[in-house]
């Protein structure tokens, strides 16, 4: 077998790898992305809680690259504390080490077992669930089928005369393999397929214990270029995370190659055997930084604030501020980053029905001005939303993703509309009448407050329900929308009934406060329909049913 052709399958093998451990990444992206993106979001609340939440995730996902992207979009701009984030790189470099663990112990005889499972509940299945965890369980077995492959390739390499001499002026330099498994890593941007491949070298007789060691060290760090160098460089706050990752992993490589005969003898002391001392390396060097950088974090977190300082706002508020377009390979991530800047939109909507209920109590010459200015932010904010969204890889999306962008879709949409209503409309309405209009009494100036307030709680519930997804909020959401119906027939009436000329002018400016309220409210109840249509709790109409 010439060194050409031994390369050449080398890195077919690899590629069988790489790809295997994508459709692992991709089938359960599909299955559960939303809900890992959930609890992840959720466990970064402290530092343990943020170390075992990376763990898990990473563990599910097989890659602690898409981890950490979904870390450092949350971090990103304080929607969640920079130390539970590292702390939760600090769980995916173990989760990582976890998975090394399982698939170095001889499984060749489940390969063909999971790859035809997943071909049959990728062919049968009638949920797309299903079909997403077949995808999920045939990419498993072609990453055990590429490890006997390459461990079969690897046999014949000890009688490779030149292999063996340039290894052999490798093999007493820590440094330099160190530097080739770190660019292995990076290539493949997966630490366990550099880890992977360092042990079937190890275990064909091709590098000793001392340099697979090092390459096991080096393909750590390796793989923490890929957040650093695909990230959203544009504003280096957003880059603290992979930074401190990379930080934490090149302080644990220049430990162990100091400590490197010490940690020699102690994994061969553990376990001799090529694919377990690899396996043990890999675990050890991950659970040792983590217990010496846990206590850390908060010192560290100090440094990189310091290091990287967040950018002053822009003066423009309708600039998009989270939608990181190195995010759009990681749908969950990007979801986050759209459902962040759709809350952008909500409180710009809240400003101007608070400046509209203070346009009716003073004399403000300026506000449609305003109103116009920040409408004009929920509206760009909807297109840029919007947009983010169709650029969406949609390899990645399962069907709990695709109704979550269809979802933030609408939500943005139906603010942007909500925004118009109260531009062209109830804007125009409160700066006629603070200027030209007679003075209203205090009965009817706490009606006019009092229809705003229940606009602003109608925007809040609306939040809630896209959000969290809130039944309560949802329902509430439908009952205002037919308690304002309620109040417009009610106003109207009184408006009718009305004989003096003030009482006829102050009425009929609180039904046109009304009806533009509510045609606000309509839009924004649209929020909740989705949610209550998953649970069968609305109606397709209030119509009575027709005579037979």
């Given at each position: 077998?010439?060194?050409a052709?031994?390369?050449?399958?080398?890195?077919?093998?690899?590629?069988?790898?790489?790809?295997?451990?994508?459709?692992?990444?991709?089938?359960?992206?599909?299955?559960?992305?939303?809900?890992?993106?959930?609890?992840?979001?959720?466990?970064?609340?402290?530092?343990?809680?943020g170390?075992?939440?990376?763990?898990?995730?990473?563990?599910?996902?097989?890659?602690?690259?898409?981890?950490?992207?979904m870390?450092?979009?949350?971090?990103?701009?304080?929607?969640?504390?920079l130390?539970?984030?590292?702390?939760?790189m600090?769980?995916a470099?173990?989760?990582?080490?976890?998975?090394?663990?399982?698939?170095?112990?001889?499984?060749?005889?489940?390969?063909?077992?999971?790859?035809?499972?997943?071909?049959?509940?990728?062919?049968?299945?009638?949920?797309?669930r299903?079909?997403d965890?077949?995808?999920?369980?045939i990419g498993?077995?072609?990453?055990?089928?590429s490890?006997?492959?390459?461990?079969?390739?690897?046999?014949?390499?000890e009688?490779?005369?030149?292999?063996?001499?340039?290894?052999?002026a490798?093999?007493?330099?820590?440094?330099?393999?160190?530097?080739?498994?770190?660019?292995?890593?990076?290539?493949?941007?997966?630490?366990?397929?550099?880890?992977?491949?360092?042990?079937?070298?190890?275990a064909?007789?091709?590098?000793?214990?001392?340099?697979?060691?090092?390459?096991?060290?080096?393909?750590?760090?390796?793989?923490?270029?890929?957040?650093?160098?695909e990230?959203?460089?544009?504003?280096?706050?957003?880059?603290?995370?992979?930074?401190?990752?990379?930080?934490?992993?090149?302080?644990?490589?220049?430990?162990?190659?100091?400590?490197?005969?010490?940690?020699?003898?102690?994994?061969?002391?553990?376990d001799?055997?090529?694919?377990?001392?690899?396996?043990?390396?890999?675990?050890?060097?991950?659970?040792?930084?983590?217990?010496?950088?846990?206590?850390?974090?908060?010192?560290?977190?100090?440094?990189?604030?310091?290091?990287?300082?967040e950018?002053?706002?822009?003066?423009?508020?309708a600039?998009?501020?989270?939608?990181?377009?190195?995010?759009?390979?990681?749908?969950?991530?990007?979801?986050?980053?759209?459902?962040?800047e759709?809350?952008?939109q909500?409180?710009?909507?809240?400003?101007?029905?608070?400046?509209?209920a203070?346009?009716?109590?003073?004399?403000?010459?300026d506000?449609?001005?305003?109103?116009?200015?920040?409408?004009?932010?929920?509206?760009r904010?909807?297109?840029a939303?919007?947009?983010?969204?169709a650029?969406?890889?949609?390899?990645?999306?399962?069907?709990?993703?695709r109704?979550?962008?269809?979802?933030?879709?609408?939500?943005?949409?139906?603010?942007?509309?909500?925004?118009?209503?109260?531009?062209?409309?109830?804007?125009?309405?409160?700066?006629?009448?603070?200027?030209?209009?007679m003075?209203?009494?205090?009965?009817?100036?706490?009606?006019?407050q009092?229809?705003?307030?229940r606009?602003?709680?109608?925007?809040?519930?609306?939040?809630?329900?896209?959000?969290?997804?809130?039944?309560s909020?949802?329902?509430?959401?439908?009952?205002?929308?037919?308690?304002?119906?309620?109040?417009?027939?009610?106003?109207?009436q009184?408006?009718?009934?009305?004989?003096?000329?003030?009482?006829?002018?102050?009425?009929?400016?609180?039904?046109?406060?009304?009806?533009?309220?509510?045609r606000?409210?309509?839009?924004?109840?649209?929020?909740?329909?989705?949610?209550?249509?998953?649970v069968?709790?609305?109606r397709?109409?209030?119509?009575?049913?027709?005579?037979?």
């Amino acid at each position: 077998m010439t060194e050409a052709w031994l390369l050449l399958e080398l890195a077919g093998e690899a590629a069988l790898l790489l790809w295997g451990l994508h459709m692992v990444q991709s089938g359960v992206m599909r299955a559960y992305g939303s809900r890992l993106r959930q609890r992840l979001g959720s466990g970064l609340s402290n530092r343990r809680r943020g170390f075992a939440a990376g763990l898990v995730v990473t563990a599910l996902l097989q890659s602690s690259t898409a981890t950490a992207f979904m870390v450092a979009s949350f971090c990103a701009g304080g929607a969640v504390a920079l130390v539970p984030g590292l702390a939760a790189m600090l769980g995916a470099n173990v989760g990582t080490a976890l998975i090394v663990q399982l698939v170095s112990f001889n499984m060749d005889a489940l390969a063909p077992l999971l790859i035809l499972a997943g071909v049959v509940a990728f062919r049968s299945a009638t949920r797309t669930r299903q079909r997403d965890l077949g995808r999920a369980s045939i990419g498993l077995g072609l990453m055990l089928l590429s490890l006997h492959l390459m461990g079969s390739t690897m046999a014949p390499v000890e009688n490779s005369p030149a292999l063996r001499a340039v290894l052999r002026a490798l093999a007493d330099q820590p440094f330099p393999n160190l530097v080739i498994a770190a660019v292995i890593a990076w290539a493949m941007h997966s630490s366990i397929a550099g880890v992977i491949f360092v042990a079937s070298l190890h275990a064909a007789g091709v590098v000793p214990a001392e340099a697979a060691i090092a390459m096991v060290v080096g393909a750590n760090l390796g793989s923490a270029l890929n957040p650093v160098l695909e990230g959203d460089r544009s504003e280096w706050a957003r880059m603290r995370v992979p930074i401190g990752n990379l930080a934490n992993r090149v302080l644990g490589a220049v430990l162990a190659l100091a400590l490197l005969p010490w940690c020699v003898a102690a994994m061969q002391w553990i376990d001799p055997g090529p694919a377990r001392l690899v396996a043990n390396t890999h675990l050890a060097f991950n659970l040792a930084l983590a217990l010496l950088m846990l206590p850390l974090l908060p010192g560290v977190a100090r440094l990189l604030k310091r290091a990287l300082p967040e950018r002053p706002l822009a003066d423009d508020q309708a600039t998009p501020r989270y939608l990181d377009d190195a995010a759009l390979r990681t749908p969950p991530v990007a979801l986050a980053n759209a459902e962040r800047e759709a809350l952008r939109q909500a409180d710009a909507l809240e400003e101007i029905l608070r400046a509209i209920a203070t346009g009716f109590r003073t004399e403000d010459r300026d506000l449609t001005r305003r109103v116009a200015r920040l409408n004009e932010v929920v509206d760009r904010l909807n297109r840029a939303v919007q947009g983010y969204l169709a650029a969406l890889n949609t390899e990645l999306l399962g069907e709990e993703d695709r109704r979550r962008i269809a979802e933030i879709s609408t939500f943005a949409i139906n603010l942007d509309s909500a925004g118009d209503v109260l531009e062209r409309s109830l804007a125009r309405v409160a700066a006629k009448w603070a200027r030209d209009g007679m003075p209203l009494d205090d009965a009817m100036m706490e009606s006019i407050q009092a229809v705003h307030l229940r606009g602003i709680e109608q925007l809040q519930l609306a939040v809630a329900a896209f959000m969290r997804e809130d039944l309560s909020a949802a329902r509430r959401l439908i009952e205002e929308k037919e308690r304002m119906r309620l109040e417009e027939a009610d106003t109207a009436q009184r408006f009718a009934l009305a004989v003096e000329p003030a009482a006829i002018a102050a009425t009929g400016l609180l039904l046109e406060v009304v009806r533009d309220l509510k045609r606000v409210g309509g839009h924004l109840a649209a929020t909740a329909h989705p949610l209550l249509e998953r649970v069968g709790a609305l109606r397709a109409s209030r119509l009575a049913d027709s005579a037979a």
